[in-house]
């Protein structure tokens, strides 16, 4: 018998979250659609790898890293092993409630979006460190200048896809660059990203928070590159594509 596809992948990329990574794939878990979930230990260092080999869930694959390469590398490795249709990234602390990707892949079930982000800037989310706010803003502007898409907000962890296209973008991210890397390929290639509210219970340094200005600039610098650089994107078949408008989004 035939296995049946899964409607959602879910990868969660992890470093040193111990504290919050049972809560997080349990929280996962009860989300009531059908999902394969894809854990990628970073190189933990503060016992988040051995509780994830205590996993005996066939329904949680979870893949390590010997040391730590960072959040791109993470999804990066996972990325081959997504059977769902539709592929959502998940971090591994509590920021985010994953009862959203129930509203996040209704435009996608319905044929109207190829990729939707979430937005936390709006009235009834929590609110992070002022100076995040201010830097995600400047993230999303710059995405309006460089790549014409409108969006509130870029660095947004929650960013669903339809898997094949994900597969597509010939991802070379390491870190954080992630989020402006896959926003500026989806952008180039004439995807339109919706966008729809989603609810974020923000965490302090001392609970674990580790995205830093550094970061921002290191995003800013990617929306640049890839607003210029060639990049290989594969289109059906396995055509390699180089060249800006070569590749059409489906009808």
Known sequence: MVEKRPLLTVIIPVFNERSTIREIISRVQAVPISKQIIVVDDGSTDGTTELLREISDSSVKVLFHAD????????????????????????????YDPMD????????????????????????????????????????????ILYGGRIDDEPVC??????????RLDLKCKGFDFCPEVTAKVLRLGYKIHQLPIRYMPRSFEEGKKICWKDGLFGIWTLIKWRVMPFGAKGKGGKTVRRRGELSPPP
């Open 68 to 95: 730590n390469r960072g959040k791109g590398a993470a999804i990066r490795t996972a990325l081959p092993h997504a059977e769902g249709k539709v592929t959502v990234i998940q971090d591994g602390d509590l920021e």
């Open 101 to 144: 990707f129930l509203k996040l892949i209704q435009p996608i079930l319905r044929g109207e979006a190829d990729v939707v982000y979430g937005s936390r800037w709006h009235k009834g989310a929590g609110v992070s460190y002022k100076r995040y706010l201010l830097g995600g803003r400047l993230l999303s502007a710059i995405v309006g």
């Open 158 to 167: 929650y960013k669903m896809f339809r898997t094949e296209i994900l597969k």
